[in-house]
């Protein structure tokens, strides 16, 4: 069973506040993704790595960061929240291959007020 | 050009009838693999199915089951005996290994099961 955990899983917070989504996985996973969704639509790919200190942004452009510091400990850090950034985050982790699932946190529900 | 096609939105289907969600891929990577994902309204994502694209056989996993047909790029979903608790949303992707073994979703289907 995965076991990939993501806090806080409601946050909402006022314009200007900076937020940091946390993401750890105790699978050794070296691979680890972030995905943004809106109520409904599809996920779309904003940043992910591929081991330590390696970090490269997603399809999606967003204005989030992320840190890979450690193997099971995948943060998302927005410096100064807006409105449009209002969204759910999807962290997940997978091992090499094409054939590997990504394994999927439960989602940060992010509202900007 | 979309990778993943879901052409169907919405699709309503009485409870214990068998379902088929559609889903085409588009890559010219000889090595891929196509996932199936169920979310429900409280948002996770489960992991369904996987297909490889050098798999002979269509996969099959209890109630699911993958139609691989490789030559029309296709992989639909078909859920056997629908439950009330199949209602949600229903995502393909593909994960080539050119484009770096990124996860790339389809804009997904929400099935609803009527008792």
């Known amino acids: 069973e995965a076991d990939i955990y993501q806090t806080p899983r409601y946050l909402v917070i006022g314009t200007g506040k900076k937020i940091t989504l946390e993401c750890s996985q105790t699978?050794?996973?070296?691979?680890m993704y972030w995905y943004q969704q809106d109520p409904g639509m599809e996920l779309h790919l904003i940043h992910y790595?591929?081991?330590?200190?390696?970090?490269e942004k997603g399809d999606l452009s967003s204005e989030s960061t992320v840190s890979r510091i450690r193997t099971e400990h995948f943060p998302l850090t927005l410096e100064s929240a807006r409105p449009s950034h209002t969204s759910q985050y999807l962290c997940?982790?997978?091992?090499?291959?094409?054939?590997?699932?990504?394994?999927f946190g439960n989602g940060t529900r992010l509202t900007v007020t | 050009a979309q990778k993943i096609t879901q052409t169907q939105p919405g699709m309503f289907v009485q409870e214990k009838e068998a379902v088929t969600l559609d889903c085409t891929y588009d890559?010219?990577?000889?090595?891929?693999?196509l996932f199936w994902y169920k979310q429900p309204s409280s948002g996770e994502m489960i992991f369904l199915i996987y297909?490889?694209?050098?798999?002979?056989q269509n996969a099959t996993e209890g109630r699911y089951s993958l139609n691989f047909q490789k030559a029309r790029k296709s992989a639909n979903l078909v859920i056997s005996a629908s439950q009330l608790g199949d209602s949600a949303m229903y995502f393909c992707?593909?994960?080539?290994?050119?484009?770096?073994?990124?996860?790339?979703f389809g804009t997904g289907t929400r099935l609803t099961i009527i008792p």
């Open positions: 997940a982790s997978s091992e090499y291959g094409v054939n590997s699932p990504l394994h």
């Open positions: 699978m050794g996973h070296d691979k």
């Open positions: 790595s591929y081991g330590v200190n390696s970090t």
């Open positions: 890559t010219s990577d000889p090595s891929y693999g």
């Open positions: 297909q490889g694209s050098y798999d002979q």
């Open positions: 992707a593909m994960r080539e290994g050119r484009s770096g073994e990124k996860l790339t």
